[in-house]
């Protein structure tokens, strides 16, 4: 089983919004919870500070950060028109554009914001973890919808859902 360690952060200009206030906490949920990526062959243990962070390799530590695009896009801006979260897997870091994890710009996915939050974790995690995206031509609604296709911007005929299933597992 791989351990990855992971470090939750919000950008300081967000720190007087109450809304982000929630967000360690929600990251801290999905990743410890049995249906998520824990499920899977992973294992994640939260890192308080920077500081904890200086006793673990690099190699196996993630940054999930909550970012507000206005700032986010200056280092992603090929990324800008779609207002999509980021994954940088070489340097096992995620940007979440903190309007749409405060469901302030809509999305496809057919789900309600908490799990929208859900989903949004399990995938940009899915990409450090190695996982890229899936693009299935026949989806049904009887099957649920696998995490790493880009729900943000669709689910065809699938079966809203925010975790992994065994289409992601491959
Ligand atoms: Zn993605």
Redesign the pocket.
């Given at each position: 089983m791989k351990v990855w360690f992971y470090l939750p952060l919000v950008h300081s200009s967000l720190l007087d919004n109450p809304r982000c206030y929630e967000f360690a906490t929600k990251v801290r949920n999905v990743l410890k919870d049995k249906r998520g990526w824990s499920n899977h062959g992973y294992a994640f243990v939260e890192l308080r500070s920077k500081d904890d962070a200086r006793l673990v390799s690099n190699n196996d530590i993630m940054l999930l950060k909550l970012v507000p695009p206005s700032i986010m896009y200056d280092a992603y801006p090929q990324f800008k028109d779609e207002q999509?979260?980021v994954?940088n897997v070489a340097a096992h870091t995620v940007d979440f554009n903190s309007d749409r994890w405060f469901g302030d710009i809509g999305n496809k996915s057919g789900l309600p914001l908490f799990d929208y939050q859900t989903y949004l974790v399990n995938?940009?995690v899915?990409?450090i973890l190695g996982k890229g995206?899936l693009n299935p031509s026949n989806s049904l609604p009887s099957v649920p919808t696998p995490v790493?296709i880009?729900q943000t911007k669709g689910i065809g005929d699938f079966m809203p859902n925010p975790w992994p299933t065994d289409l992601d597992s491959k």
């Open positions: 999509l979260s994954a995938h940009e899915g990409h995206h790493m880009q």
